[in-house]
């Protein structure tokens, strides 16, 4: 029997958000060579204002948490719309990925905390 396993559904990373849509921003996300999971942690490229992979050792902008992810995204060869979660809203903390302390300071001058 083959046993298959979801991935984070659209929305599931969200405990709460600020009144309607208020705690979302529609994003571009630089060309990814991964599949990029919903809860992903995002940095924002200081030279062309894409959102890419929150990278703590980086230099370009994506050192900085920028949003969380709302919804998985495939593989992409050019920039592609997504959707990230910007401010004031709390999180699951199990279901972001790439979370480490710096990145978690970063969330919370966002206002969005990890619970």
Not at 44 to 58: F, I, S
Request: hydrophobic share 45%; glycine share 10%; net charge negative.
């Amino acid at each position: 029997m083959t046993i298959k396993t979801e991935g984070v559904h659209a929305g599931e990373v969200l405990l709460s958000e600020a009144n309607g849509t208020r705690s979302r921003e529609d994003i571009t996300l630089a060309a990814t060579a991964a599949v990029l999971p919903a809860g992903q942690l995002l940095g924002k490229v200081t030279a062309t204002g894409l959102y890419a992979p929150y990278a703590p050792a980086a230099a370009d902008g994506t050192e900085v948490v920028a949003a969380v992810l709302y919804a998985p995204v495939g593989i992409s060869a050019s920039p592609q719309r997504s959707v990230g979660i910007v401010r004031d809203a709390e999180v699951k903390r199990a279901l972001l990925t790439g979370l480490d302390t710096a990145g978690e300071t970063d969330l919370l001058a966002l206002g969005i905390l990890a619970r």
